[in-house]
C-alpha cells in the first residue's frame, strides 16, 4: 500500500483493489454504516464495489483508505469529492469495528489540514443526515459550521482561516 500521508494512528493510503474484500464489508453492513452513506439497502457485488474502485483510482479521486498504524487494520475510507475551484465536498466511511474509538475525528482533523494545505481548498464542506447526531456532534468540534437543512439532511461547512 503506498501511504500518501498520517496522522497520529492513522495511514492514509491510496485505494486498491487488494481491499476490496474490506470495503465491500464495511459498505454492506446496512445497520452500521450504509444506511448513514447512502439509502441503499442491498449489498454491492464484488463487481460493483470493482467497478467503482477502479472509477476512483483511474479518475484520481482525492481518496484515502485508512489503515490503523499499530494493526495495519482497515478503518474506512475518507474522500474529497465534487471539487471544483478551491472547494470540495468531504465524506467518510468507516467500519463497524474502528467506530466509536477517536479514529473519525482524527481523520477529519488530518483531512481538514491536508486539505487546505495540500489541497488547496479554502472551503471544505459536507452533507450529514439529522439522524447522525453523533456524527455533526463530531463536525462541530472540528469547526464546522451549519449553513442549510432540510428534514433529511444538515449542510454544513468549514472555511480556510
Given at each position: 500500500?503506498n501511504k500518501v ?6 495511514e ?6 487488494d ?6 464489508k464495511?459498505?454492506?453492513?446496512i ?16 463487481q ?7 472509477e476512483k483510482?483511474d479518475?484520481?479521486a482525492m481518496?484515502f483508505?485508512?489503515?490503523?498504524k ?10 474529497f ?6 472547494e ?7 467500519t463497524?469495528?474502528?467506530q ?6 482524527e481523520a477529519?482533523?488530518r ?8 489541497g ?6 459536507l452533507?450529514?443526515y439529522?439522524?447522525?447526531?453523533r ?7 472540528c469547526?464546522f459550521?451549519?449553513?442549510d437543512?432540510?428534514d433529511v439532511d ?8
Amino acid at each position: 500500500m503506498n501511504k500518501v500521508f498520517e496522522s497520529e494512528r492513522i495511514e492514509f493510503v491510496e485505494p486498491t483493489l487488494d481491499l476490496v474484500p474490506e470495503y465491500l464489508k464495511m459498505v454492506n453492513d446496512i445497520e452500521h454504516v450504509a444506511k448513514y452513506i447512502s439509502d441503499r439497502r442491498e449489498p454491492y457485488t464484488e463487481q460493483e464495489e470493482i467497478e467503482y474502485m477502479k472509477e476512483k483510482i483511474d479518475g484520481h479521486a482525492m481518496m484515502f483508505s485508512m489503515i490503523e498504524k499499530e494493526t495495519g487494520e482497515f478503518i474506512g475510507n475518507t474522500e474529497f469529492f465534487n471539487r471544483k475551484d478551491d472547494e470540495a465536498e468531504w465524506g467518510i466511511v468507516m467500519t463497524a469495528s474502528k467506530q466509536n474509538k477517536g479514529y473519525g475525528t482524527e481523520a477529519l482533523k488530518r483531512m481538514i489540514e491536508y486539505g487546505f494545505n495540500e489541497g488547496g481548498f479554502r472551503r471544505i464542506y459536507l452533507g450529514v443526515y439529522v439522524d447522525n447526531p453523533r456524527a455533526i456532534h463530531v463536525y462541530e468540534q472540528c469547526g464546522f459550521k451549519e449553513y442549510d437543512r432540510t428534514d433529511v439532511d444538515v449542510f454544513m461547512e468549514i472555511l480556510k482561516p
